[in-house]
C-alpha cells in the first residue's frame, strides 16, 4: 500500500480519528462517571468515619438511657453496622496484614477530603487485592492503626468488558473503513489501468460507471474522452493509410516508368529510382510511426536471440551493401560489432515486430554514426521485472542540452550526429517503447558516441499482473 495513495491516506486518518475518539470516550468515561462516583462515595465514606472516629476518641462519660435518647443510640448502631456492611476493618501497622499498605498508591483527592471531612490529617492509598481494590486509610489521629476498606463493586476486571467493547467498535471501524474505501477507490484503479493502456496505444471496452456521483461523473467524462481519443486514432489512421496508398500509386507508375527509360538516360533514372525509394521509406515511417501496438498481440521475446539476428545482418551487410535490413547509406567499411548477452534473462514480453523495428532503429542510427563500433548487450535488474537492451557506439556524441528533445518527431540531431533521414526513426522507438510500457534511456559516453538503453518489461512482470 502505497503511502501517498489516496487510499492509504484516508485510511491512516480514519484509523487517527478512531484512536482520538477512544482517548476521548476513556477521557469522559473517567472524568464524568468514574471520578465523580469515587467523589461521591468518598464523601459519604468519609463522613461516617467521621462520626465513628469520634464516637471512639471522644466517648461520652455517662452513656444511661438518661442522657443518650434512644433515637441517637440507634443512629450509632446504624452507622456501626452500616461500616460493618462495607467491610470497614482496623488493621495495626506492625502486623503482616498492613503490608499491601506501603504497595498501594496514593489517592491525592481522596486524601484531601478525608483530611478536610475528619479535621486529621489522612493518606488515602488504594491498591487491588486479590478480589477487588481496597481502600487504606491512615490517620494522625490513629497512628499506631490503618483502616482498610476493600471496594466489592470495584474489581479488577470491572473495566475489561467496556474496554473490549471498545477495542471491537474501533475495529468494526477499521474495516469498514477498509472495505470502504476499497469500494470507493476500485473504480480509481480502473481508470488509471485504462489511463495506462490508452497512453500505450491500446484501447480497452468503455468502464463501468461505479462509485459515488463524483466518480461516477470522473469515469462518464474519461469514457468520452477516451472515445474522443480513439475516433481521432482511428481518423487519423485512416488519413495516412489513404495518403499512403495515394502517393505509393503514383510513385510505382514513375519507378516503372523510370526503369523503361533507354540506357542513354541510365544516370537520370537511377536518381529517379533513388527517390522514390526514399518517399517509399519516408512513408513506410509514418505508418509506422502510426501504427498502433495491442497487448493481444504481446509474446515472449529472447532479447539474447534478437541482438545475435541483429548483429549477423549487419555483419552481412558490411559485405553486401545493397543488403535491405539495413539503411543503404551506412559506411560499413571495418565495421566492429561486439555482442555481451547477459546469460539466463528472462524474456521481454511485447510484440515482436515493434520490439525488433525499436532495436534496429537504434542499431542503424549506431551504424551509421558509431566510428564503425558498436557493441549491443543485454540485462536485467535484481527484482526480475525489467530487461533490457543496450547498444553503445563510439560516435561523436550529442549536446547534453539536446539529449532530452532527441525522440520528438522530425528532429534530426545536432551537426555531430548528422541530419540524415525524416527524423522519424527515434521518435518510433520512443513510442513502440510507450506502448509497451517500457522506457528508453539516451546518455553520452565517458569514452565517446551514445549509450542507448531499451528497458522492456520482463515476462515475470507480466505473469504477476495476469494472476
Same mark, same amino acid.
Given at each position: 500500500m502505497n503511502a501517498r495513495s489516496s487510499f492509504a491516506q484516508s485510511f491512516f486518518i480514519f484509523i487517527g480519528l478512531v484512536v482520538a475518539t477512544q482517548v476521548m470516550s476513556y477521557y469522559a468515561v473517567f472524568n464524568y462517571a468514574l471520578l465523580?462516583?469515587?467523589?461521591?462515595?468518598?464523601? #459519604?465514606?468519609?463522613?461516617?468515619?467521621?462520626?465513628?472516629?469520634?464516637?471512639?476518641?471522644?466517648?461520652?462519660?455517662?452513656?444511661?438511657?438518661?442522657?443518650?435518647?434512644?433515637?441517637?443510640?440507634?443512629?450509632?448502631?446504624?452507622?456501626?453496622?452500616?461500616?460493618?456492611?462495607?467491610?470497614?476493618?482496623?488493621?495495626?501497622?506492625?502486623?503482616?496484614?498492613?503490608?499491601?499498605?506501603?504497595?498501594?498508591?496514593?489517592?491525592?483527592?481522596?486524601?484531601?477530603?478525608?483530611?478536610?471531612?475528619?479535621?486529621?490529617?489522612?493518606?488515602?492509598?488504594?491498591i487491588l487485592g486479590p478480589e477487588s481494590y481496597v481502600l487504606w486509610v491512615q490517620l494522625d489521629a490513629l497512628p499506631k492503626h490503618l483502616l482498610r476498606i476493600p471496594l466489592t463493586e470495584l474489581k479488577g476486571n470491572v473495566y475489561y468488558p467496556f474496554f473490549a467493547a471498545s477495542l471491537f467498535i474501533s475495529l468494526f471501524i477499521v474495516v469498514g473503513s477498509w472495505v470502504l474505501l476499497r469500494r470507493q477507490n476500485k473504480p480509481l484503479k480502473s481508470l488509471e489501468d485504462s489511463a495506462i493502456r490508452i497512453g500505450q496505444g491500446d484501447f480497452p471496452p468503455p468502464l463501468a460507471e461505479r462509485g459515488a456521483t463524483e466518480l461516477r461523473a470522473?469515469?462518464?467524462?474519461? %469514457?468520452?474522452?477516451a472515445k474522443g481519443i480513439k475516433e481521432l486514432e482511428d481518423d487519423r489512421t485512416l488519413l495516412m493509410a489513404g495518403i499512403s496508398h495515394d502517393i505509393r500509386t503514383p510513385l510505382t507508375r514513375i519507378r516503372l516508368a523510370t526503369?523503361?527509360?533507354?540506357?542513354?538516360?541510365?544516370?537520370?533514372?537511377?536518381?529517379?529510382?533513388?527517390?522514390?525509394?526514399?518517399? %517509399?521509406?519516408? $512513408?513506410?515511417? /509514418?505508418?509506422?510511426?502510426?501504427?498502433?501496438?495491442?497487448?493481444?498481440? /504481446?509474446?515472449? $521475446?529472447?532479447?539474447?536471440?534478437? #541482438?545475435?539476428?541483429?548483429?549477423?545482418?549487419?555483419?552481412?551487410?558490411?559485405?553486401?551493401?545493397?543488403?535491405?535490413?539495413?539503411?543503404?547509406? $551506412? %559506411?560499413?567499411?571495418?565495421?566492429?560489432?561486439?555482442?555481451s548477452p547477459e546469460q539466463n534473462i528472462l524474456s521481454a514480453h511485447g510484440e515482436p515486430v515493434t520490439v525488433r523495428r525499436a532495436v534496429s532503429n537504434i542499431l542503424v542510427n549506431s551504424l551509421r554514426y558509431g566510428n564503425h563500433w558498436v557493441r549491443l548487450s543485454t540485462g536485467?535488474?535484481?527484482?526480475?521485472?525489467?530487461?533490457?537492451?543496450? #547498444?553503445?557506439?563510439? @560516435?561523436p556524441g550529442i549536446k547534453e542540452s539536446d539529449l532530452e528533445k532527441l525522440f520528438q518527431p522530425f528532429t534530426r540531431g545536432d551537426t555531430a550526429r548528422g541530419s540524415e533521414g525524416t527524423g522519424?526513426?527515434?521518435?518510433?522507438?520512443?513510442?513502440?517503447?510507450?506502448?509497451?510500457? @517500457?522506457?528508453?534511456?539516451?546518455?553520452?559516453?565517458?569514452?565517446? @558516441?551514445?549509450?542507448?538503453?531499451? $528497458? /522492456?518489461?520482463?515476462?515475470?512482470?507480466?505473469?504477476?499482473?495476469?494472476?
Amino acid at each position: 500500500m502505497n503511502a501517498r495513495s489516496s487510499f492509504a491516506q484516508s485510511f491512516f486518518i480514519f484509523i487517527g480519528l478512531v484512536v482520538a475518539t477512544q482517548v476521548m470516550s476513556y477521557y469522559a468515561v473517567f472524568n464524568y462517571a468514574l471520578l465523580p462516583s469515587l467523589k461521591q462515595f468518598n464523601r #459519604i465514606l468519609s463522613y461516617e468515619l467521621s462520626l465513628v472516629l469520634e464516637e471512639a476518641l471522644h466517648p461520652k462519660l455517662d452513656t444511661t438511657p438518661n442522657q443518650v435518647t434512644l433515637e441517637e443510640h440507634r443512629l450509632a448502631e446504624l452507622r456501626q453496622a452500616m461500616l460493618i456492611k462495607m467491610g470497614v476493618s482496623v488493621v495495626r501497622k506492625d502486623t503482616e496484614d498492613a503490608q499491601p499498605y506501603e504497595r498501594a498508591r496514593s489517592i491525592d483527592f481522596m486524601s484531601a477530603e478525608f483530611t478536610e471531612e475528619l479535621g486529621t490529617n489522612a493518606e488515602v492509598r488504594l491498591i487491588l487485592g486479590p478480589e477487588s481494590y481496597v481502600l487504606w486509610v491512615q490517620l494522625d489521629a490513629l497512628p499506631k492503626h490503618l483502616l482498610r476498606i476493600p471496594l466489592t463493586e470495584l474489581k479488577g476486571n470491572v473495566y475489561y468488558p467496556f474496554f473490549a467493547a471498545s477495542l471491537f467498535i474501533s475495529l468494526f471501524i477499521v474495516v469498514g473503513s477498509w472495505v470502504l474505501l476499497r469500494r470507493q477507490n476500485k473504480p480509481l484503479k480502473s481508470l488509471e489501468d485504462s489511463a495506462i493502456r490508452i497512453g500505450q496505444g491500446d484501447f480497452p471496452p468503455p468502464l463501468a460507471e461505479r462509485g459515488a456521483t463524483e466518480l461516477r461523473a470522473v469515469t462518464r467524462a474519461f %469514457n468520452s474522452m477516451a472515445k474522443g481519443i480513439k475516433e481521432l486514432e482511428d481518423d487519423r489512421t485512416l488519413l495516412m493509410a489513404g495518403i499512403s496508398h495515394d502517393i505509393r500509386t503514383p510513385l510505382t507508375r514513375i519507378r516503372l516508368a523510370t526503369e523503361m527509360m533507354s540506357d542513354r538516360d541510365s544516370f537520370l533514372a537511377e536518381g529517379i529510382i533513388e527517390d522514390t525509394e526514399e518517399c %517509399n521509406e519516408i $512513408i513506410a515511417q /509514418f505508418m509506422q510511426y502510426l501504427k498502433p501496438v495491442t497487448a493481444d498481440s /504481446f509474446e515472449s $521475446i529472447d532479447l539474447n536471440v534478437l #541482438i545475435a539476428e541483429l548483429r549477423e545482418k549487419a555483419l552481412l551487410a558490411s559485405d553486401e551493401p545493397n543488403e535491405e535490413s539495413l539503411s543503404r547509406d $551506412i %559506411n560499413t567499411a571495418r565495421l566492429t560489432i561486439e555482442c555481451s548477452p547477459e546469460q539466463n534473462i528472462l524474456s521481454a514480453h511485447g510484440e515482436p515486430v515493434t520490439v525488433r523495428r525499436a532495436v534496429s532503429n537504434i542499431l542503424v542510427n549506431s551504424l551509421r554514426y558509431g566510428n564503425h563500433w558498436v557493441r549491443l548487450s543485454t540485462g536485467m535488474n535484481a527484482a526480475r521485472s525489467q530487461v533490457w537492451v543496450c #547498444i553503445e557506439d563510439n @560516435g561523436p556524441g550529442i549536446k547534453e542540452s539536446d539529449l532530452e528533445k532527441l525522440f520528438q518527431p522530425f528532429t534530426r540531431g545536432d551537426t555531430a550526429r548528422g541530419s540524415e533521414g525524416t527524423g522519424l526513426g527515434l521518435a518510433i522507438v520512443k513510442r513502440i517503447m510507450q506502448q509497451h510500457g @517500457g522506457a528508453v534511456n539516451v546518455v553520452n559516453r565517458r569514452e565517446g @558516441g551514445l549509450k542507448t538503453t531499451l $528497458i /522492456f518489461q520482463s515476462e515475470n512482470t507480466n505473469n504477476e499482473l495476469s494472476s
